[in-house]
């Protein structure tokens, strides 16, 4: 690991300004992700700002009927909050799908949208990989490529979001709350939080220099049916393969955003349209102008057979 | 000077030459992103309570809660498996949750009180999750045990407190210590040798007993 300086900041604005005005420093939350990469030094910040002070961690109400998550609360937190887990099942059950119970336990919600791609060429430090070192190249393209993207990747990337929880939280018109350096507040939606690889991998969300997430709003419940079904090569703790978050209504029409296949959680507002039609053409929908690599050339049907299932679960309920 | 002597090349001198080359070799391709200058290393000083005793170290900002109890308190008790969050051996408890201590900073941990396997009994004086380990012949090596020790015991704890699970068919429903509940939640707990269906049994009779 590099060598780096720490302090915990008191403030959300006063965390935002010592990132801004240190270079190569970061945010640190839980650190599952953020420390695993610094032990194979392909993240080097040079200083940590702990943002565990700053009451980030509470779950409370909206005025407007939603639900606000801290940026600080635990994904354990989140998943077992009772009015998460009544009025936003999807939510819970995403995370609960996700990592071990032990992360869980320390994972955040800010931690876990901005956690990084588990591409095995970015984690190998020998390998070429232009997200890790830009320029260096894609050794997934023509290299072991089974579990990475098949829609929405690019030339310079085939990397995926690895998450589970914004998977739902995408279904959910979630909206991520920032604050910048000079104390300024934002509000981005999710589906515009994360952004496709195109010819910079190595920027991966639209956050700007110094910028904090402070929580996730949630809008009113959806009511429904919640799903969230993981394939996976194990039947716990392994990253999905192919993952779909959705809400089912009671006359067929509903959401969907699908995991394990995109540089972000994949919806589009065509495929949940087509819901009603059945999982084949919702699935098509999605899909549209996917490029598989003969590795990953399984996941186009299996999106379809995932969504199948899920849809067959709903109306037997 | 001897021109000859100049030109030899000793084969200790070629191996440490090709070993430089090759150390050069991986840094070039291993080289991030250039960055702004690290800064020297820091240390700094952390105050947490261990298994109900205070310590006080002054340590590298890097070094991680697990390096901190085995290497400066020498409480040995928690492995170092895989030190990436994969394998569970580190699991230790931090105010009552158990956490992978190889994936958190020592420095993170002012005012907290942390638990190691050390902390939970004492070779006279078992935890009751400890007996039952011994009881139903819970591991085979050792190495993992201590892991799948704190993170039973934590386990145990998360179904009382209600936490839900992936192997839970209601979310809204309230948890019980079943076989397949408490299979999922020890999923974060690697056994080389494969023990798993004698700490399941372990685990099975400290619930009955504490339900």
């Known amino acids: 690991m590099k060598p780096f300086t720490y302090e915990r900041a008191k403030t959300p604005a006063e965390a935002a300004a010592a990132v801004a005005r240190t270079p190569g420093a970061k945010f640190i939350a839980g650190g599952t992700n953020l420390l695993d990469l610094m032990k194979l030094e392909i993240e080097t910040p040079t200083h940590l700002v702990d943002i565990q002070d700053l009451k980030l961690d509470r779950i409370e109400p909206t005025s407007g009927g939603g639900l606000r998550i801290g940026a600080f609360a635990t994904n354990t937190a989140t998943a077992s909050d009772p009015r998460v887990r009544r009025d936003y099942g999807v939510l819970t059950r995403a995370i609960v799908a996700g990592a071990s119970g032990q992360l869980r336990n320390k994972a955040t919600t800010a931690g876990n949208l901005l956690q990084r791609t588990r591409c095995p060429y970015f984690y190998d430090p020998n390998m070429p990989c232009n997200k890790r070192k830009p320029g260096s190249g894609c050794s997934a393209l023509g290299g072991y490529s089974r579990q990475l993207g098949i829609v929405g990747t690019s030339d310079a990337c085939i990397a995926t979001y690895p998450g589970d929880m914004a998977q739902a939280m995408r279904v959910l018109d979630a909206s991520v709350e920032t604050v910048d350096p000079q104390g300024q507040t934002r509000s981005i939606p999710i589906g515009d939080f994360h952004r496709l690889w195109g010819d910079t991998p190595h920027i991966e969300t639209n956050l700007r220099r110094g910028e904090l997430i402070t929580g996730v709003t949630l809008p009113r419940p959806l009511g429904g049916q919640h799903f969230y079904q993981k394939v996976r090569d194990r039947a716990s703790y392994a990253y999905a393969l192919v993952s779909v978050a959705a809400v089912i209504q009671p006359d067929g029409s509903g959401r969907f955003a699908v995991g394990g296949i995109a540089p972000k959680p994949w919806r589009v507002a065509a495929a949940d349209a087509a819901m009603p039609q059945g999982a084949k053409a919702a699935a098509a929908a999605l899909l549209a102008g996917a490029r598989p690599t003969e590795d990953n050339r399984f996941k186009v049907p299996l999106v379809e057979r995932t969504l199948a299932a899920v849809m067959a679960e709903a109306k037997a309920a | ?211």
């Open chain 2, 1 to 211: 000077m001897d021109q000859a002597g100049e030109t030899e090349i000793s084969r200790r001198g070629l191996l440490v030459g090709s070993a430089a080359t090759a150390a050069l070799t991986t840094i070039s391709v291993a080289d991030a992103q250039p960055g702004p200058a690290q800064p020297a290393p820091a240390s700094m000083k952390v105050t947490m309570s261990v298994n109900g005793k205070r310590h006080s170290l002054e340590i590298d900002t890097r070094t991680t809660l697990l390096d901190a109890l085995r290497e400066h308190l020498e409480l040995t008790g928690s492995k170092k498996g895989c030190d990436h969050g994969q394998c569970g051996a580190c699991t230790v408890m931090v105010g009552g949750t158990r956490i992978n201590s190889c994936l958190s900073l020592a420095v993170m941990h002012e005012g907290d009180e942390i638990t190691t396997i050390e902390g939970l009994g004492t070779p006279d004086k078992l935890h009751p999750m400890q007996a039952a380990f011994v009881k139903h012949d819970g591991y085979q090596c050792g190495y993992c045990t201590p892991g799948q020790i704190c993170s039973a015991v934590a386990v145990l704890g998360e179904i009382k407190a209600g936490v839900p699970s992936h192997a839970m068919a209601d979310v809204t429903a309230r948890p019980q210590a079943t076989n397949d509940e408490m299979r999922e939640r020890m999923s974060g707990n690697i056994c080389r040798c494969g023990a798993y269906s004698n700490i399941l049994e372990a685990m099975t009779e400290v619930a009955g007993a504490s339900a």
